[in-house]
Structures are given as structure tokens and as C-alpha cells.
């Protein structure tokens, strides 16, 4: 089946530094994945959407300069949150569906971003 | 903004009883999704029922899908202890790559 890989799946950093976060699709190739954020006992946040070879596109509220996504190849595509602050801390999943959201879509296993 | 809102937003039952869980979405869909999370984990896809489909079975798991009420169900029959988890319906619309529209979950826990 299609598996996602993200990494790392925990990361304390110090404020004003930056964390990049990286989700691979193992065995397919994925031109578009997502990135969410979610926050404790709550609901997935659609961050942004993340397509290979042109730039991300961000929801709304979602600041671009903060959260910097690249999707430089079929099968990767980082997260860096920049010049990071407490209020950033947070579980963040990204997914991928090798056949679209038609058939359902596979997540990562997670990152916990812990801003000191 | 949420599409799918699910209910009840926490379930606690006895392992071997079935469990329900209802989600509710506002516009047009293509398929409907159900995921797993278990606590700081990444989400586990279940079943998707597509817009022309009213039911659907996966090993203990059974989605109903009522189109008319924007209405969907999850069914977990003979539950068990692993199946303590939050539970997640997705909308999603026509086409590759659509982004899903998650509800706020429901938390369910399986007493042994």
C-alpha cells in the first residue's frame, strides 16, 4: 500500500530558529500533498497544498513568509517553519493520495513541533 | 470552516458492543472518507463511500452514505480495546488531488 514518511516525528527548538519538516511518499509518486496542523483534542487544519514544481497553495490566515513549503521533487516536500515562536507548537501531518482524494489519502505519521 | 461535523464528539462503550458514529457535511460531495487517529499519530484511512453508493462494508466497519439528509454513518461492530481512537469524517470533492474537509472528530474508547 501507499506509505508516507515523515520526519522527524518530534522536534524542541528554541525561539527565533527555524525547523524544517519532510514528507516523503516511499513507493509512488505524489505532484500534490497537504499539509496540516492540528492542535490538542482538535481537528485537522488545512494548511496549505503543496504542488510539485510551483508554488504552494496557502488557506486562508495561513502566513507564507512563516510556513515555507518546497516540492522540489514527485516524492518530497517540506514544511519549514521559520523563525519559530511558542504559539507554533503543534502536531503537524502532512498526506498524500496516490490516486487523489478518489481513493482515500494517505498521512504521515506526524511531527511534534515544541517551541521553547 | 468545518463541512463534516460528527456526533455524538465522544463515545465510551464495552468492548464487544458496536459502535456509531454519524457525520454531518453541508455541499455537494463526490466520496465521503473515514479515518483513524490514534493519539499523536497520523491519521489511518478506513473507507471511502462514494456520492452514488448508500453502504459500504469493510471487515467490522459499515458506512452508510444518505445523500439526501448530507448524512453519513460509521458502524464498528464486536469492538475491541485497539479500536480506541479519535474518528474522523472527510469530504471530499470531484477530482485528483481535491483537498478533504475534515470534521472535529470523535473520540471513542473501547473499555476492556
Known amino acids: 500500500g501507499a506509505v508516507v514518511s515523515q520526519h522527524p516525528s518530534r522536534v524542541i527548538c528554541k525561539s527565533g530558529t527555524s525547523v524544517k519538516i519532510e514528507c516523503r511518499s516511499l513507493?509512488?509518486?505524489?505532484?500534490?500533498m497537504f499539509w496540516y496542523r492540528q492542535f490538542p483534542k482538535k481537528s485537522l487544519m488545512l494548511m496549505a497544498t503543496?504542488?510539485?514544481?510551483?508554488?504552494?497553495?496557502?488557506e486562508q490566515g495561513v502566513e507564507k513568509d512563516k510556513f515555507l513549503i518546497n516540492h522540489a521533487s514527485l516524492t518530497l516536500s517540506t514544511l519549514t517553519v521559520t523563525s519559530a515562536h511558542p504559539e507554533d507548537s503543534s502536531f503537524y501531518i502532512c498526506?498524500?493520495?496516490?490516486?487523489?482524494?478518489?481513493?482515500?489519502?494517505?498521512f504521515g505519521s506526524g511531527t511534534r513541533l515544541t517551541v521553547v | 470552516s468545518q463541512q463534516g461535523e460528527e456526533d455524538p464528539q465522544a463515545l465510551s462503550i464495552q468492548e464487544g458492543e458496536n459502535a456509531t458514529m454519524n457525520c454531518s457535511y453541508k455541499?455537494?460531495?463526490?466520496?465521503l472518507q473515514w479515518y483513524r487517529q490514534n493519539s499523536g499519530r497520523g491519521l489511518v484511512h478506513l473507507i471511502l463511500?462514494?456520492?452514488?453508493?448508500r453502504e459500504k462494508h469493510s471487515g467490522r466497519l459499515r458506512v452508510t452514505l444518505d445523500t439526501s439528509k448530507k448524512s453519513s454513518s460509521l458502524l464498528i461492530t464486536a469492538s475491541r480495546a485497539a479500536d480506541t481512537a479519535s474518528y474522523f469524517c472527510a469530504t471530499g470533492p470531484t477530482g485528483a488531488n481535491s483537498k478533504l474537509t475534515f470534521g472535529k472528530g470523535i473520540t471513542l474508547s473501547v473499555r476492556p
Open positions: 503543496s504542488n510539485e514544481g510551483s508554488k504552494a497553495t496557502y
Open positions: 455541499t455537494s460531495i463526490n466520496n
Open positions: 463511500i462514494r456520492s452514488n453508493e
Open positions: 513507493d509512488f509518486q505524489a505532484t500534490t
Open positions: 498526506s498524500a493520495g496516490a490516486g487523489g482524494s478518489d481513493y482515500g489519502y494517505t
